[in-house]
């Protein structure tokens, strides 16, 4: 049975007053719930992005060089830069 129109914006209303909940008082119900909500979509994404980066290897190769890349040009702990390094070694 397909999604309609009005089940996805009844979706994106709960969704909304759910994590309205980040703005109430920290401890409240509110607040937890939508903290716990939060937790959950990010467990879900988590899953998925694993999935994806299982099954499909372009997805995997886009990954691992976005990973390769910000590792080549990391400059924390006020280290050069590794392309300088790598120009001198």
Same mark, same amino acid.
């Given at each position: 049975?397909?999604?309609?129109?009005?089940?996805?914006?009844?979706?994106?209303? @709960?969704?909304?007053?759910?994590?309205?909940?980040? %703005?109430? /008082?920290?401890?409240?119900? %509110?607040?937890?719930?939508?903290? #716990?909500?939060? %937790?959950?979509?990010? %467990?879900?994404?988590?899953?998925?992005?694993?999935?994806?980066?299982? /099954? #499909?290897?372009?997805?995997? /190769?886009?990954?691992?060089?976005?990973?390769?890349?910000? @590792?080549? @040009?990391? #400059?924390?702990?006020?280290? @050069?830069?590794?392309?300088?390094?790598?120009?001198?070694?």
């Amino acid at each position: 049975m397909p999604i309609t129109d009005a089940q996805k914006r009844a979706s994106q209303k @709960y969704v909304r007053k759910v994590l309205a909940g980040l %703005e109430s /008082e920290m401890g409240s119900f %509110e607040h937890a719930r939508a903290a #716990n909500f939060m %937790e959950k979509r990010r %467990e879900y994404a988590r899953r998925a992005m694993k999935k994806s980066y299982d /099954e #499909n290897p372009d997805v995997r /190769e886009r990954i691992i060089a976005r990973v390769k890349g910000a @590792y080549y @040009y990391d #400059n924390s702990d006020g280290k @050069y830069l590794l392309a300088v390094r790598r120009l001198f070694i």
